[in-house]
């Protein structure tokens, strides 16, 4: 049988937690934050914890060897 292969744009957006969840990194942080104020700035700083019911679908394109 040949081996599962990981998506490698998820691999490369998310990581998984010891408990199960899933971190991202947050949107709108790259570029462009001089329109932002900065309470916005400040809340985008560090990775979110993404939905859990979005969980399933990133952990299941990341595939049995990353967890």
Do not use: C, N, W
Not at 50 to 66: D, F, H, M, Q
């Amino acid at each position: 049988m040949p081996k599962q292969k990981t998506h490698k744009g998820v691999k490369k957006r998310f990581r998984t937690t010891a408990t199960g969840k899933v971190k991202h990194r947050r949107a709108g942080t790259s570029h462009l934050q001089v329109r932002l104020t900065s309470k916005r700035k400040r809340d985008l700083r560090g990775t979110g914890v993404l939905a859990k019911v979005e969980t399933p679908r990133i952990l299941e394109a990341l595939g049995p060897y990353s967890y």
